[in-house]
């Protein structure tokens, strides 16, 4: 099989960055397949890109690359990292933004990206995706092994992904984020939720205001109601027919969304 390169950034589609990038890759790595998970991560939102990245991962073949640039420290004093976990490589800032990943597959080998050779001979301070990150995914997939990048990393950033609190009778958790639907995902997993409604009804509330139902899908929410439901990744989101749920709730990251046991 070709080798696969998985690019995440928060660059957009205006700006010639992400394809930039994809020629870089080519240049190196010209049988690579390029897919873009996403490159509308809200500009410098670390923890976005962590969630995004985490949530389609598990989903690509055994032995693709990641590369992943959501950097607001470009230029800075961070590094740049190369991981491997579970069947898969990554290249990263080392900001926070593999913190998800790492969590789910505890990483077997980390480095830094030191080793010149596999960069750009010039490295702009304000756009290390092409210069440094981009080709270390190339190099990788195109067999370099992973020690040959640099030194070993013996620590990486992690960002700190708030768990959700549980007693034998509730559930407080958080708001991570909102997708283009306006639908709000929280940091309540489907396992967590079980453990506190396996032996009764709930009752999910934002605030004084409770939701009214759990559903199994977004075409069960009828018009002008909001709903609670498990989404793609297993996680607890509330959502609106047709509307934003987000808006009709005023809620954003952080927002706190409760599950009582009645």
């Known amino acids: 099989m070709r080798p696969v390169i998985a690019l995440l950034s928060d660059f957009g589609s205006r700006d010639h960055y992400a394809g930039t990038m994809k020629g870089v890759i ?22 976005d890109g962590a969630l995004q990245l985490a949530a389609a991962a598990r989903y690509f073949p055994a ?20 991981a491997e976990a579970g069947d898969y490589r990554f290249v990263a800032p080392d900001n926070g933004v593999l ?18 050779r596999y960069a750009r001979p010039t490295v702009s301070r304000t756009f290390e995706g092409r210069d440094r990150f981009a080709p270390a995914a190339a190099w990788l997939a195109k067999g370099t092994q992973l020690t040959a990048l640099g030194r070993p990393a013996p620590d990486y950033q ?19 984020r ?3 639907f ?16 396996k032996s009764g009804t709930t009752e999910v509330k934002v605030g004084d205001r409770s939701i009214g139902r759990l559903v199994a899908t977004y075409a069960d929410i009828q018009p ?3 709903c609670a439901l498990f989404g793609s990744t ?5 959502a609106a027919n047709s509307e934003s749920a987000a808006d009709r709730l005023q809620l954003a990251r952080g927002g706190v969304v409760a599950v009582n046991r009645l």
């Open 99 to 116: 913190t998800a990943v790492l969590r789910e597959w505890a990483p077997k080998k980390i480095v830094e990206l030191t080793d010149r």
């Open 26 to 47: 080519l240049n190196i790595c010209p049988d690579a397949t390029l897919v873009d998970i996403t490159h509308e991560v809200p500009p410098h939102d670390v923890l």
């Open 234 to 238: 297993d996680h607890l989101e509330l």
């Open 158 to 176: 992690r960002l700190d992904i708030p768990a959700p609190t549980v007693n034998e009778t509730s559930i407080t958790g958080v708001v991570l």
């Open 182 to 197: 306006g639908n709000v995902v929280t940091n309540i997993d489907r396992r967590t939720f079980e453990s506190v409604a």
């Open 63 to 82: 032995g693709t690359v990641f590369l992943a640039v959501v950097d607001p420290g470009v230029g800075s004093a961070r590094r740049g990292i190369a």
């Open 178 to 180: 909102t997708d283009r």
């Open 224 to 226: 002008g109601e909001i």
